[in-house]
């Protein structure tokens, strides 16, 4: 068995003092930054995105749905006999601010990818990476962030009813996707549904997704729509959205995100040592059977459990493991 990651708790929130003159200060500054971020936001650099008739600047891999323009309109229809289809950008993007509507059959999943990637070494050549998720099923995780081909979900819609229910299925819906540094925030229809830190990718392409689906459905062409596709790519931390009360979800090995910390979560073991840790059978760490590198506490076998030496009551706990196939 191999287990990597952080293992963490939280912590109650504090008190808050209530204090007339502190909250009007407090209710000054936010509508003043709404402002300044409503001005901005109207004097930002975007520059239209949405692929011109032909698709000059992009290209369709991994299946054969058919892409087009239609009125201004990218279209993608679904194919029998087809994995997932991708239109992908012949450009990569470090940072930047991607909005767009998309409308979908709600027979059809789809979703774009960002900071996209596609190596002859990973897959024979398959798209992968995060994708901000066009999800109609009832589930309703549209806007969440999926690791396509690699992770799968690195931030579901699970514990954010406020932006499931926006969700307008079959209807166009608004989202906004901000790639700055580590952080990737996504908004539906105005209302902030994700906050991811991860740094596996700062870099790659933006691609449009036709899923895969059953023959049957796709024999009668169910359709995926973008339109009012637009990007800013130089400076985009500038125009950056304010800070919401969404959680943060941090995919850091042994490291905890700004977000995290505010929230009062704390590393369970450091990456590095055995430090908090001995053996169940008491005394010191196991002297054979547990192994540390790379940032992964192994189990090899022999050494018998390990526990930390503080004990806890109630507690949220967060760890990332992955077991070895059985011989």
Sequence with gaps: MMASGT??????????????????????????????????QKAAPWRAMTPATGLAGWHVTGGNAKF???NGELVGRAAPGSPNSWLVSDTQFGDFILEFEAKTDPALNSGVMIRGQSRPDYRKG????YQA????????????????????WLYTLGRNDAARQVFRSGD????????????????????????????????????FQVHAIPDAEAARGPEVRFRGIRIIDAGAARFA??????????????????????????????G??????????????????????????????GGGDIVSDRAYRDFELSIDFRLSRCQ
Aim: proline share 4%; glycine share 10%.
């Design 241 to 270: 959205a304010p800070a919401t009360p969404l959680e943060q979800q941090a995919w850091l090995a042994n490291r905890l995100s700004d977000g995290e910390r505010r929230a009062g979560w704390r590393l369970l073991w450091d």
């Design 68 to 70: 087009a323009v239609e």
């Design 172 to 207: 166009w819906n608004r989202y906004r996707v901000e790639a700055i540094g580590n952080r990737i925030r996504t908004w539906i229809n105005g209302v902030p549904a994700a906050d991811l830190v991860d740094d596996t990718d700062a870099r790659g392409f933006i691609a």
């Design 7 to 40: 293992a963490r708790r939280s912590s109650p929130a504090s008190g808050i003092r209530r204090i007339v003159r502190t909250m009007a200060l407090a209710l000054l500054t936010a509508t003043v930054a709404t402002m300044s971020s409503a001005a901005m």
């Design 133 to 152: 998720e066009i999800d109609p099923s009832k589930r309703a995780w549209s806007a969440g962030i999926y690791d396509e081909q690699r992770r799968q």
């Design 126 to 129: 398959v798209v992968f990476g």
């Design 272 to 301: 590095r040592t055995n430090a908090g840790w001995h053996s169940a059978k008491g005394g010191g760490f196991p002297a054979k059977g547990w192994s540390i590198g790379d940032g992964i506490l192994r189990v090899e076998g």
